[in-house]
């Protein structure tokens, strides 16, 4: 009981020590404005995953939601945007745009997040 005990609490810490591994570009270019308007990054990321749940469909629509933001466009419900405000369009050169929803993707990657203990025989 106490190696479950313990096990469990090793595995909440490390997740919770998985913020400081944010990407700094990431971090600066994308999830800065996130945080600031409570915009909840995980949530979006996981309603892409349900949707689309593979990582290249995911990444070619963040992609076209980014390059046209529109809440059609948005994975999003239209009850979102009036609490959230609809993202203007991104800046960055297409190669910086996929490099970011790249490193999102694997910032938010839930099979990361996933720990089973190893039995013991």
Do not use: W
């Not at 800065?32 to 990444?59: G, N």
């Not at 076209?64 to 979102?80: G, H, R």
């Amino acid at each position: 009981m106490v190696k479950i005990i313990m096990l469990l609490s090793i595995s909440m810490l490390s997740l919770l020590g998985n913020e400081k591994l944010i990407n700094s570009e990431l971090e600066r270019d994308c999830l800065k404005c996130h945080k600031d308007q409570s915009i909840p990054s995980e949530v979006i990321y996981r309603r892409y995953l349900m949707k689309y749940s593979s990582k290249e469909t995911i990444r070619e629509m963040m992609l076209a939601y980014l390059k046209a933001p529109s809440v059609e466009m948005s994975i999003m419900p239209p009850q979102f945007f009036s609490k959230f405000p609809i993202k203007e369009v991104s800046q960055p050169k297409e190669e910086v745009l996929r490099k970011r929803i790249d490193d999102y993707i694997d910032y938010f990657d839930i099979n990361k997040k996933l720990f089973i203990p190893a039995e013991k025989n």
